[in-house]
């Protein structure tokens, strides 16, 4: 039978396309080298010697710095982030000026998305290669998805991961509050106590990350850590804190606001502390896993002067 060239042409252009198409393998090595090249244990010793470059005494010097630190990337976000607490102005100044061109040339969706892949898949190395990459993430969203990553591949094989066991005592607080996280959510009951460990970690984040998820997962002890967290931390990053005590407290909460001044953040502590010897230590935790969250949203039209209440269908 004769054919047509043109066909036999198609034909050999869809058996190269269908070779060359990438398959689920191919998603997940391109995952695992997507944060593989940008994992901060690359290139430290040249980043170490930029940021020092950043002090100079040659405007120049400063200037070329400045330019190969940004182009570095998330490979330079954890120096810098060290480097904006310089004694040094100058040092501060370029540091915050870098992180903030790397965080304008950062997709946080290509994290997140790579992430999310590597969670379902769950590939050999996965968790080594997030754990290295995480220090360089700026967006919170995106450490969000890091740290829920982590939590879906730390077991491997019915044991968990050296890698995450190990980001226990890293040097690096990030990475140690993720591993309690991963650990607590992925329900590994024997390294309990090295997790409640980390509720005295010097890093106040570190606690806080460590609370959250040891009170979720039933650990009472976690509650005073959290509480006093209010003294030492902003508001905006206790939110999910202050959440999680008053789902406890119900009714019972205590009648205190938390201001901005030291005097208002002691007395709310001294409150909270008060009300957990009196009446929460005996209810529990129970109470977390009793109200489910409904996924409501509230809306306030000024303009109408009316408040609505949405529904997880967006129905008033």
Not at 262 to 291: E, N, P, Y
Request: positive net charge; proline residues 5%; hydrophobic residues 50%.
């Amino acid at each position: 039978m004769r054919r047509h060239p043109a066909a036999l042409c198609l034909a050999a252009c869809l058996m190269c396309a269908t070779r060359a198409a990438p398959g689920p393998e191919a998603d997940v090595r391109a995952s695992l080298d997507f944060f593989r090249r940008r994992t901060v244990r690359a290139d430290q010793q040249r980043v170490r010697e930029l940021v020092a470059r950043l002090g100079s005494r040659s405007f120049a010097e400063r200037t070329r710095a400045s330019a190969a630190l940004a182009a570095l990337g998330a490979r330079a976000v954890p120096q810098l982030r060290r480097a904006t607490a310089s004694p040094d102005a100058e040092v501060r100044r370029r540091a915050e000026e870098c992180l903030r061109a790397i965080e304008l040339a950062d997709d946080p969706a290509q994290v997140t998305a790579n992430a999310r892949l590597l969670a379902a898949r769950k590939p050999a190395g996965a968790a080594e290669a997030l754990l290295d990459f995480l220090p360089s993430v700026l967006d919170e969203a995106a450490t969000e998805e890091v740290f829920a990553a982590v939590a879906a591949v730390a077991v491997r094989g019915g044991r968990p991961e050296r890698a995450v066991l190990d980001a226990l005592a890293d040097a690096e607080p990030t990475r140690r509050a993720c591993a309690a996280v991963a650990l607590c959510r992925a329900g590994v009951g024997e390294k309990r106590a090295a997790v409640v460990a980390l509720l005295k970690d010097a890093d106040p984040g570190v606690r806080l990350q460590a609370g959250l998820a040891l009170a979720e997962a039933g650990e009472t002890e976690a509650v005073p850590t959290l509480v006093g967290l209010f003294t030492e931390l902003p508001r905006a990053r206790l939110w999910r804190a202050e959440d999680l005590l008053y789902r406890l407290a119900g009714a019972h909460a205590p009648a205190v606001a938390l201001g901005g001044d030291a005097r208002s953040r002691r007395a709310f502590c001294d409150a909270w502390l008060a009300w957990w010897q009196k009446i929460g230590r005996a209810a529990g935790l129970a109470a977390l896993h009793t109200r489910p969250y409904r996924d409501h949203t509230l809306i306030v039209l000024l303009d109408e002067g009316r408040v609505l209440q949405l529904d997880a269908d967006d129905n008033p």
